[in-house]
């Protein structure tokens, strides 16, 4: 089959052998998958990954040990947990010591025309949702594992640093709970799709009161985003580090102490969330979509995805199906005639 | 006024001013104080102070703008507020942005005959509490902020790195919540007065499991414990940070991330319940004195209180009331036999 291949180079393979079905594992045909920062990461050395990357997917079931699930559209869960292990039998099934992660950690991606997942894993996408929409539902989710891990009270003043991919969709979970929210970044184009959805927005360069916040939620990657979210939190407050960051020498423990600051990592969140809320319209991400290239661009894409500012590049991976797929065609001309290159398909 | 001030060195001097007392402050004139880490770290340049350290204490009011409390035997409460900024009318007040601190921040403090405190800031202590106990209220008091801040259930494993003056208080406190509690340390000599109170202990040489614990607190304040907190904290568990370190260059933030940890700085903590548990002695403190220097060889007690592995090392200040209580002298006299030296008094 066809797919990205990364093993320190980025390739477009299309001699990868179909993966074989086993037993609890259901074989997805991948219909549209999201780069995600973590991919690029990957690229450079985040984890020692080597295989198909690839893990924010909509896809069908054409093979599965329930005949119930073949047919269905569906979006996965990207841990496969032993569920025996001390963090599975505490139901944090997302740090099973034995995992694989799907495109990140033994286990081939969804950058390619076919991947795995336990039928565990998956969740059947509604009808009326577009593949453009289903696609945001891990990452959808992951912005979620903030608020399932902090209570975020409406009276609260909450901050997030970054405006791109990550903040995006953080911001627009957060504005939900009521909460007196302001992004910070440095693309007004980005911040303009906030303020369109009443999120209070400011660049990093046009200063805000310090230590206002009582949660402020790092998006960037990196450490002078950290710098930033330190400012922005009041004693007593929390930072959510929502990504990760190479420079770690900018945190100060005896700041920590004195102002009694709480760090908290957050990674994977609740899919269930996710859905509903894209379902009922409540978080919208038609916006958020950069651009939609067919697999067999797929290196043209992964350079794009790797602009400075750039929103969510698509990889369209089954063709066939998914040309039917009106809104997305709409979406990736509208791209096209704005871009004029890199995206070569119509 | 005698006492010991620290200018860029330690000095004893008897050419203090006796502090005026002026509106909502009262004088008290110091019966006994405790020789804190954080009193070491002002003298390693851990905040620009100048003047008399000193915040752990028992005294007596002598002078006060409400004469109820003359006379009065006292711990003092060391963060001054101002009462009117967002963190005071949050009640945060140990976060006031124009607060002092006792011999900390911009006032003198309790290494000397006499200091002042706002009277808001005073407890009284009860009559049948020994100054050597109602010395440690102060940090106990720290200690109990963890438990303040963090809801540790009975059937949660915790566990505590570091076995000298700040983990020893903060052992005695997990305990009580019935945890499954154990303490990492260095010094046997340390490690066994806490397993006389049942509480299980490990030196750090002999491994314990990796990942066990859902909340590990660092009380070592070096790069090293903190790495050993790490390697102790399970996945979504919680490090709190209650003590500083300089070397900052340990913390991975991708780990943090990844293992969705949070690090939670803690400092102050409530006076009353310390108060409670030793009165009661659900905390007892008695085994934690290491040794009583009168002030006058206040010099000779700081060498003795930054040695590697020593407890509690007090200043008895105003000895003539000081004499007449026995289970002091008793103690003190114990130390004399044991030290044999560098406690000239008896």
């Given at each position: 089959?066809?797919?990205?291949?990364?093993?320190?180079?980025?390739?477009?393979?299309?001699?990868?052998?179909?993966?074989?079905?086993?037993?609890?594992?259901?074989?997805?045909?991948?219909?549209?998958?999201?780069?995600?920062?973590?991919?690029?990461?990957?690229?450079?050395?985040?984890?020692?990954?080597?295989?198909?990357?690839?893990?924010?997917?909509?896809?069908?079931?054409?093979?599965?040990?329930?005949?119930?699930?073949?047919?269905?559209?569906?979006?996965?869960?990207?841990?496969?947990?032993?569920?025996?292990?001390?963090?599975?039998?505490?139901?944090?099934?997302?740090?099973?010591?034995?995992?694989?992660?799907?495109?990140?950690?033994?286990?081939?991606?969804?950058?390619?025309?076919?991947?795995?997942?336990?039928?565990?894993?998956?969740?059947?996408?509604?009808?009326?949702?577009?593949?453009?929409?289903?696609?945001?539902?891990?990452?959808?989710?992951?912005?979620?594992?903030?608020?399932?891990?902090?209570?975020?009270?409406?009276?609260?003043?909450?901050m997030?640093?970054?405006?791109?991919?990550?903040?995006?969709?953080?911001?627009?979970?957060?504005?939900?709970?009521?909460?007196?929210?302001t992004v910070i970044g440095?693309?007004?184009?980005?911040l303009?799709?906030?303020?369109?959805?009443?999120?209070a927005t400011s660049l990093e360069?046009d200063a805000s009161?310090?230590?206002?916040?009582?949660?402020?939620?790092?998006?960037?990657?990196?450490?002078?985003?950290?710098?930033?979210?330190?400012?922005?939190?009041?004693?007593?407050?929390?930072?959510?580090?929502?990504?990760?960051?190479?420079?770690?020498?900018?945190?100060?423990?005896?700041?920590?102490?004195?102002?009694?600051?709480?760090?908290?990592?957050?990674?994977?969140?609740?899919?269930?969330?996710?859905?509903?809320?894209?379902?009922?319209?409540?978080?919208?991400?038609?916006?958020?979509?950069?651009?939609?290239?067919?697999?067999?661009?797929?290196?043209?894409?992964?350079?794009?995805?790797?602009?400075?500012?750039?929103?969510?590049?698509?990889?369209?991976?089954?063709?066939?199906?998914?040309?039917?797929?009106?809104?997305?065609?709409?979406?990736?001309?509208?791209?096209?005639?704005?871009?004029?290159?890199?995206?070569?398909?119509?």
């Amino acid at each position: 089959m066809r797919g990205l291949y990364w093993d320190g180079h980025w390739q477009l393979r299309e001699d990868l052998p179909k993966p074989e079905v086993w037993a609890g594992e259901a074989l997805l045909r991948v219909r549209l998958a999201g780069i995600c920062g973590t991919d690029l990461e990957i690229a450079r050395g985040y984890v020692d990954f080597q295989g198909i990357p690839g893990h924010e997917f909509v896809g069908e079931v054409v093979a599965a040990p329930d005949s119930d699930w073949l047919g269905r559209r569906v979006v996965g869960e990207i841990n496969c947990v032993c569920g025996r292990c001390g963090p599975c039998q505490r139901r944090e099934r997302s740090h099973c010591r034995n995992r694989t992660a799907l495109g990140i950690r033994g286990r081939d991606g969804a950058f390619a025309e076919y991947c795995l997942l336990p039928l565990e894993n998956l969740h059947p996408v509604p009808e009326t949702m577009a593949d453009t929409t289903a696609v945001f539902v891990e990452p959808l989710a992951a912005a979620l594992a903030i608020v399932q891990d902090n209570h975020i009270r409406p009276a609260d003043r909450v901050m997030v640093v970054g405006d791109g991919r990550l903040g995006q969709l953080v911001a627009r979970v957060l504005r939900l709970t009521g909460c007196d929210l302001t992004v910070i970044g440095h693309h007004q184009g980005h911040l303009d799709l906030l303020a369109r959805l009443g999120i209070a927005t400011s660049l990093e360069k046009d200063a805000s009161p310090a230590e206002c916040a009582t949660l402020v939620v790092e998006c960037t990657g990196h450490a002078a985003g950290f710098a930033t979210a330190r400012r922005m939190v009041r004693p007593r407050g929390t930072i959510v580090l929502k990504s990760t960051f190479s420079d770690t020498s900018e945190i100060d423990t005896t700041d920590l102490v004195v102002n009694e600051i709480t760090l908290r990592g957050s990674r994977c969140g609740p899919f269930r969330p996710a859905l509903r809320l894209l379902a009922t319209g409540l978080v919208s991400v038609a916006d958020l979509v950069e651009a939609v290239y067919p697999l067999s661009a797929g290196l043209a894409a992964i350079d794009h995805a790797q602009r400075p500012g750039v929103r969510k590049v698509l990889l369209a991976i089954n063709p066939p199906e998914y040309h039917a797929d009106k809104p997305i065609l709409a979406q990736t001309r509208l791209l096209d005639d704005s871009l004029q290159r890199d995206t070569p398909h119509g």
